[in-house]
């Protein structure tokens, strides 16, 4: 029996290729255009996986895999996948946001500490010399003693949260529906954002929540708000959050990703009250191997090839 033919789509660990192609028949998508339309009119038709990461799956890419059965995602987003194409094909998607939701909340803890207590700019300030030429270095704000809202209380949602309370913070949360979690909900953002500290950002991008925290959202949020952001750029209407940054709207934003990765604006890179990381939320050893694990034995289940352990 042959085996069932599987897109790579990814850059994937060495190892989990090897496994990959240990249990399926593989085949690269080129980044060239042409070489990639030449390979699927030549595989198309034949290929029932896909191995996936950024790349976009929309429906033109679909169209031409008419045999599709499975897209196993190496990573927690899909805003990469035309979802709905997906689902009228009765297509199985599946991600990673549950293995690597402690790890990203523990990237979300570590930002929203490091804005609030002001820690990149005092090593900043040690390594220049001013300590200890200047007296004592100017007082920070506590985290425990915040209200801070999320954005979204899935896994990533509720792992941080959990932080959060270890802390002493209030949390609260909103999201399209409440959900069996000890936390106040509200609706609306806005609302939300009006009597919160921080508001932290988890959600998935999607339309609905395309540019959600906008100049509005940011107003609402005020001169001793703070943003953190480890959902997708594209959550957050960055001119807005830059002019709102400019005048001293909120108080600070940290950051570990943005609109049009990996070119991050220069105003946002010059603002000492911004914080920011090249999207590594998930950024472990031993995640990253988690989520490669995850993705292959999505597609060893979905063919009923056994998985070990």
């Known amino acids: 029996m042959s085996k069932p033919l599987i897109l790579k789509a990814a850059t994937l660990p060495d190892a989990t290729v090897a496994a990959l192609k240990t249990h399926f028949a593989v085949v690269d998508l080129p980044a060239d255009h042409a070489a990639a339309t030449a390979m699927l009119a030549t595989h198309g038709a034949r290929i029932r996986g896909i191995a996936l990461r950024k790349t976009r799956v929309d429906k033109a890419l679909l ?34 946001s549950a293995v690597l939701a402690e790890d990203v909340a523990d990237a979300a803890l570590g930002l929203a500490l490091a804005v609030t207590r002001d820690l990149v700019q005092a090593d900043r300030f040690m390594r220049a010399g001013h300590w200890p030429a200047q007296a004592a270095y100017p007082l920070a704000r506590s985290l425990g003693r915040m209200r801070v809202g999320i954005v979204g209380m899935g896994t990533i949602g509720q792992a941080l949260a959990r932080r959060l309370r270890s802390l002493g913070s209030a949390v609260a949360y909103t999201g399209p529906r409440p959900k069996e979690v000890p936390y106040d909900y509200f609706p609306d953002l806005i609302e939300m954002a009006g009597v919160c500290d921080m508001l932290v950002l988890t959600c998935a991008l999607t339309r609905d929540t395309h540019h959600m925290v906008n100049a509005e ?93």
Not at 76 to 84: Q, S
Not at 261 to 279: G, I, K, S
């Open 63 to 96: 169209d031409a895999l008419p045999a599709l059965e499975i897209i196993a995602s190496y990573s927690a987003g899909l805003d990469n996948v035309d979802l709905p194409a997906a689902r009228a094909r009765g297509i199985t998607v599946t991600n990673t």
């Open 217 to 309: 959202v940011l107003e609402a949020l005020g001169g001793r708000g703070f943003l953190v952001n480890v959902a997708r750029g594209s959550v957050v209407d960055e001119p807005a959050l830059i002019a709102t940054l400019a005048s001293g709207g909120i108080a600070g934003a940290a950051l570990d990703v943005f609109e049009t990765e990996p070119h991050v604006p220069q105003a946002l890179l010059d603002n000492p009250r911004v914080v920011m990381t090249p999207h590594i939320g998930s950024g472990t050893e031993e995640t990253r191997q988690a989520m490669a694990d995850h993705m292959l034995n999505s597609l060893r289940r979905h063919f009923a090839v056994p998985v070990e352990g």
